[in-house]
């Protein structure tokens, strides 16, 4: 177990101590993987008042490359439960109640009903508190380490998606093209998918979260791919958008270079102390201004890390400023129905001016390629 891990605890505690709690339960697995360097299903931490955390495990040593914390280091001890349907959560809220815990904050945003009850029920004098999103909160800025293996993800996705372009398209399924990225993001090191690679053609292309079929490329689509890679946990995305034969259509040239053009503004837009829905809008007023309101996505860009959807939100209605150190995604995209549309999306890092502005770190051309 780090140092980094054993300082992030800290922090959380001194959050969660100031609001009155005793302890802490933590349930969602990437807050606990962001706590412990630990990735288990199932998995459950509680947080002592002094630094005694104990990790609740429903089974034994994970397999299927699962990370684990080397022993107590830290503070934290490992208590494995019996049986594989033990739920860690509510075995953990019934170590707390033993323990003396009168008021226990729990993650009630990660927890059903149904599970809620079940911590009610396992320690019937204990008080449980929300405690909101302190440990999302807590993940927005990204420390060198988290930055580090999200350059690698990068570039692993990189490699991948220019590999598929030295090959032949034409004649191939959108299942078939999204199965052979994923193989290639794991040949470069890759622990799997950031999420499901999405390669979409003709009429298909532009489509956010397309799921692939059976459709074959043909001579004069749009080719839209939309993949990331997970390394160490971290994940990144990258959208392209390319034409398949000898040129593009004028059509093709005139919607890819305004969609080429609100995702430009839309990253020229990241900066410490910008608002959200700032950047949002800067994304998406080129393409209000052409006559696609109706055909844009909720949000123009998210926030990455352990988890591909993270905050901040990059959306007409979010709330709130960047900070230096945020990973973001930046991806409008325009879909003409029965005709095809474009998608580019880029993982940044937002960074001061005097620090070079935003770090690109998806760097793939964003060039209209004829394939």
């Not at 259509?249 to 503004?265: G, M, P, T």
């Amino acid at each position: 177990m780090s140092e980094v891990h054993v300082a992030r605890r800290s922090r959380l505690r001194d959050r969660w101590a100031a609001a009155g709690s005793e302890a802490a339960l933590i349930s969602r697995s990437a807050n606990i993987r962001y706590l412990t360097g630990c990735a288990v299903p199932g998995a459950a931490l509680l947080l002592g008042p002094d630094g005694g955390d104990t990790l609740l495990t429903p089974r034994g040593p994970a397999a299927g490359g699962h990370t684990e914390p080397p022993g107590d280091t830290g503070g934290l001890r490992r208590l494995v439960l019996p049986g594989t349907a033990s739920d860690a959560a509510v075995a953990a809220a019934g170590l707390a109640a033993a323990a003396g815990t009168a008021v226990l904050a729990v993650e009630e945003h990660d927890l059903t009903v149904a599970r809620h009850r079940a911590l009610a029920a396992a320690a019937p004098g204990l008080r449980l508190t929300d405690l909101g999103c302190a440990v999302e909160q807590q993940r927005l800025v990204k420390d060198e380490e988290e930055l580090a293996a999200l350059r690698i993800a990068a570039e692993i996705t990189d490699h991948a998606l220019g590999e598929l372009l030295e090959s032949i398209l034409v004649g191939r399924t959108e299942r078939h093209l999204a199965l052979e990225l994923e193989r290639r993001l794991m040949d470069h090191g890759a622990d799997g998918p950031a999420f499901p690679t999405s390669v979409a053609t003709g009429r298909n292309s532009g489509l956010a979260g397309h799921r692939p079929t059976d459709r074959r490329v043909e001579e004069g689509d749009f080719l839209t791919v939309r993949l990331g890679a997970r390394y160490r946990g971290y994940r990144c995305r990258i959208g392209r958008t390319f034409v398949i034969g000898p040129a593009p259509a004028d059509w093709q040239i005139e919607l890819y270079e305004l969609v080429f053009a609100a995702q430009r503004a839309g990253r020229e837009a990241l900066a410490p102390g910008a608002e959200y829905r700032e950047v949002d809008r800067a994304a998406r007023q080129p393409l209000e201004a052409a006559g696609y309101a109706e055909a844009l996505e909720p949000c123009t860009g998210h926030g990455v890390g352990l988890e591909i959807g993270e905050d901040p939100q990059l959306s007409p209605t979010a709330m709130g400023k960047l900070d230096a150190c945020v990973p973001v995604t930046v991806g409008p995209g325009v879909h003409l129905p029965g005709r095809g549309g474009v998608r580019i999306d880029d993982t940044l890092v937002v960074r001061p001016q005097a620090d070079g502005g935003p770090e690109l770190l998806t760097i793939t051309t964003k060039e209209l390629l004829a394939l």
